[in-house]
């Protein structure tokens, strides 16, 4: 209470009161959840999921557990990082309402009922998204709840082992499905879970700066592993084990549960995506540790914040008429002079000389053929990371074409679009480049991925006693097969590389390669993408992750595909319909990627599987029509709908002839309606 008056100059008396009462309900409260946590607990061990009566006190809305985040967030409302006026602090004080019970009651065993516009399923506004430093090391250093947060993470211990959530969720995501259900007992523990994030994680600034040191020291210990010739690859530690640098012991508290219990807690996620809402959610200081969040979490939490982006502004929308066998010029030049504020509108696609009409399927074939494009070698733009690759870096020889950069902005453009639209892209790149894309550092480790050989050169540098070779700080680059000496740094010519130093002269070698030799272009990449990308929305996502977003799941499952089609005047039972699944059982991986491009307009799977598959009016199965007659006929295809029309072909040999001349000479082109 001391610190409240200096902090507020004695301005804030009513405040204070009003503070000093509201953490004593806290802690009275804390002991009654505690005690129902216990028998929760007691029940879970001994293999009880969630019988009614533990349930029951849980479930109402007056409840101990909801009431103390209740007056938990009131405390935090109270201690605002600016002294409030003292006109305010009349309103502040009826914000909270606590209900004719005098708190010495409280003791007695009584039920204190609290009434408050704050609660965990509705966010108050005028509560802060990101408490301040000052807000959390007050509450968690005036409120003595060790017992609540203990139990309630020794009933999660439980829950997560009992249900075996980890292998389970692990499962269900490798499958492209939300997770396995949440059991009723660990919705009904949020409550208690929002409290503890409230009381123990980190300010933003504060996990920023903890960061930052992790980062040092990990460097640090590279260095001493290079210098000592007992090179250990660059990993990332658990959270756990970089607790000894946290100041804070709510902040090692509160890092040590959200890794134990991440699977859990990434469960609650799925159940409500509105817990990591940047101005409201509770779980919002996940965001700044994303290592803990689910891919399917952050790809969900992605697109709501694109969507949230177009309901707020309304973006009027772009048409465009290109020639296919000029799509990457006519392209460019409509859209190059286009503002990112229009390109974040509805683009609507038509491709000259070719009927159809876009409800969809134009714009998602105008993105995978303009995908390929964008590798065209007589552009070079990009280049194969290694031979029979399929992994794309910038050129760093692509200023032979004058519009090099140009290019390469408007390509960020395009795959930013892309992100927007949720389209999928037939563009894979290399590791360092989807760093570059994110801001991430690339390190030696990376140009395996570029030149195996070269990686493998770095590493026995690394490893062994460099001061026989007489090395210097330069490097040959080649440009279109003429070599030439560049330095890695300014007198890199007159220095030599030794033990000591070896180290930086692999990171500086690694950086001509991935970053310094391609700046140009990387930078003109990142002003187009980041004009519909944030930097912030995309950073959430690692490198991997990023390359799912783009491109989608690689391999296409023919059993997920064949669970989510719907037929029309056939059955599963026609004789047509088992042939074509066992036509397509026979077809080669790229013989599929080319059915679906001919069914759907693309060929890569949505990330959730075939039952997130888009068409015209948004979510649309797989489609197999009945064609009757007009054996003679190719199948023909409806690629808004995801719609393939089939003949009523009078044998197995017929049909799937039929079918690969169509997905081999018929799969570009709208010829087909």
């Known amino acids: 209470s001391s610190g409240i008056n200096a902090e507020y100059g004695g301005a804030g008396d009513n405040r204070e009161s009003l503070t000093k009462e509201l953490l004593r309900v806290a802690e009275v409260l804390g002991k009654y959840v505690t005690e129902n946590l216990k028998g929760l607990l007691n029940r879970l061990q001994g293999g009880i999921q969630a019988p009614s009566l533990v349930l029951s006190m849980f479930y109402t809305p007056s409840s101990h557990e909801l009431n103390l985040l209740r007056v938990l967030k009131t405390i935090v409302s109270l201690t605002p990082v600016q002294p409030p006026s003292t006109s305010d602090t009349g309103s502040i004080v009826r914000s909270l309402s606590i209900n004719s019970v005098p708190l010495n009651a409280l ?97 933003a600034s504060s996990l920023m700066k903890e960061q930052q040191l992790q980062l040092q020291q990990q460097q640090q210990q590279q260095q001493q592993n290079a210098l000592s010739s007992s090179l250990t690859l660059p990993s990332s530690p658990s959270l756990s084990s970089s607790l000894s640098l946290m100041s804070n012991p709510n902040t090692s508290r509160f890092l040590s549960f959200v890794e134990l219990h991440r699977n859990l807690l990434n469960e609650l996620i799925r159940q409500n995506h509105t817990l990591l809402s940047p101005r409201t959610g509770s779980f919002a200081i996940l965001l700044r540790i994303p290592k803990l969040l689910d891919f399917d979490n952050k790809r969900s939490f992605f697109r709501s914040q694109i969507q949230q982006e177009r309901d707020r502004e309304r973006y009027h929308g772009v048409r465009i008429r290109v020639r296919r066998s000029h799509i990457f010029e006519d392209s460019y030049n409509q859209l190059r002079k286009r503002s990112a504020e229009e390109l974040r509108g509805r683009l609507t696609v038509q491709f000259s000389g070719e009927e159809g009409i876009d409800a969809g399927g134009l ?134 590389v030794t033990n000591e130093n070896k180290w930086e002269y ?91 491009q001919f069914v759907t307009g693309t060929s890569k799977v949505p990330l959730e599987g075939f039952k997130a598959l888009q068409g015209m009016s948004g979510l649309q199965k797989f489609q197999i029509h009945r064609v009757r007659g007009y054996t003679d006929r190719l199948p023909s295809a409806h690629t808004c709908f995801n719609q393939i029309d089939l003949p009523e072909y009078e044998t197995q040999e017929q049909l799937e002839k039929a079918l690969r001349t169509a997905i081999t000479e018929g799969a570009e082109g709208f010829g087909f309606g």
Not at 170 to 183: N, R
Not at 576 to 592: D, M, P, Y
Request: aromatic share 10%; with cysteine.
């Open 107 to 203: 003791s007695a065993g009584s039920s204190p009922s609290i009434t408050s516009p704050m609660s965990s399923s509705t966010p108050n506004s005028t509560l802060p998204s990101t408490p301040s430093q000052y807000n959390l090391a007050f509450l968690g250093s005036n409120l003595s709840l060790d017992e609540l947060w203990d139990t309630i993470g020794l009933c999660m211990g439980v829950l997560n082992a009992n249900s075996k959530r980890g292998e389970e969720l692990k499962k269900a995501k490798t499958k492209g499905g939300p997770g396995a259900p949440s059991t009723p007992a660990l919705a009904l523990l949020l409550p208690v879970i929002e409290a503890f994030f409230l009381v123990n994680a980190p300010s």
């Open 363 to 496: 714009l998602r074939e105008w993105y995978q053929v303009l995908a390929r494009e964008m590798f065209n070698p007589n552009y070079a733009l990009f280049k194969p990371s290694g031979e029979g690759l399929v992994t794309y870096q910038p050129n760093a020889n692509s200023w032979i074409n004058p519009d090099h950069l140009d290019y390469f902005r408007f390509v960020g453009r395009v795959i930013g679009k892309a992100l927007n639209d949720g389209q999928m892209l037939d563009a894979f790149f290399t590791r360092s480049f989807y760093k570059h894309i994110l801001g991430v550092p690339v390190q030696y480790t990376d140009i395996e991925a570029i030149d195996p050989q070269y990686y493998k050169n770095l590493v026995w540098l690394l490893e062994n006693d460099v001061t026989p070779m007489e090395m210097n700080f330069t490097a040959e680059a080649d440009v279109f097969g003429r070599p030439e000496v560049v330095e890695l740094k300014p007198g890199g010519t007159n220095l030599l």
């Open 506 to 596: 692999v990171q500086l070698i690694a950086e001509m390669k991935m970053t310094s030799s391609i700046k140009g272009q990387i930078d003109a990449f990142l002003k187009g993408f980041n004009e519909l990308i944030p930097k912030t929305l995309i950073s959430i996502f690692n490198e991997l992750e990023l390359e799912l977003l783009i491109s989608g799941l690689p391999d296409i499952d023919v059993d997920d595909l064949r669970g989510n089609t719907e037929y029309s005047g056939y059955t599963v039972d026609s004789p047509q319909i088992q042939w074509f699944w066992q036509a397509v059982n026979s077809f080669t991986q790229e013989e599929r990627a080319l059915l679906l």
